[in-house]
Nanobody, 120 residues
Framework: QVQLVESGGGLVQAGGSLRLSCAAS????????MAWFRQVPGKERAFVAG????????YYADSVKGRFTISRDNAKNTVYLQMNSLKPEDTAVYYC?????????????WGQGTQVTVSS
């Protein structure tokens, strides 16, 4: 059974940094892209950043470009999100997700989320 477990969330002041981790298990993740999404109450889940299996391609929402960095360690089946210069509007539950990048479509597997709160 596939499991994605996020960690690293917490409370931080504006301008601070956090590093989220997401450990995947339960199958062979060869050619699986990974991504981070976030959601605030009353709004739809929004894409934050994505990374290809090789790590050679990365994608970011405009709102986080230049502040967040996504990376992965395939030996550990883990994806990271380094978040710098955090703003109160970054407050959300952050989810990691993964899918086979050879196929179009939605992300197949999701974690349960980790709360990030940025105080002003």
């Amino acid at each position: 059974q596939v499991q994605l477990v996020e960690s690293g969330g917490g409370l931080v002041q504006a301008g601070g940094s956090l590093r989220l981790s997401c450990a995947a298990s339960g199958r062979n993740f060869y050619m699986y892209a990974m991504a981070w999404f976030r959601q605030v109450p009353g709004k739809e889940r929004a894409f934050v950043a994505g990374i290809s299996w090789s790590g050679g391609s990365t994608y970011y929402a405009d709102s986080v470009k230049g502040r967040f960095t996504i990376s992965r360690d395939n030996a550990k089946n883990t994806v990271y999100l380094q978040m710098n210069s955090l703003k109160p509007e970054d407050t959300a539950v952050y989810y990691c997700a993964t899918k086979d990048e050879r196929f179009k479509g939605e992300y197949d597997y999701w974690g349960q989320g980790t709360q990030v709160t940025v105080s002003s």
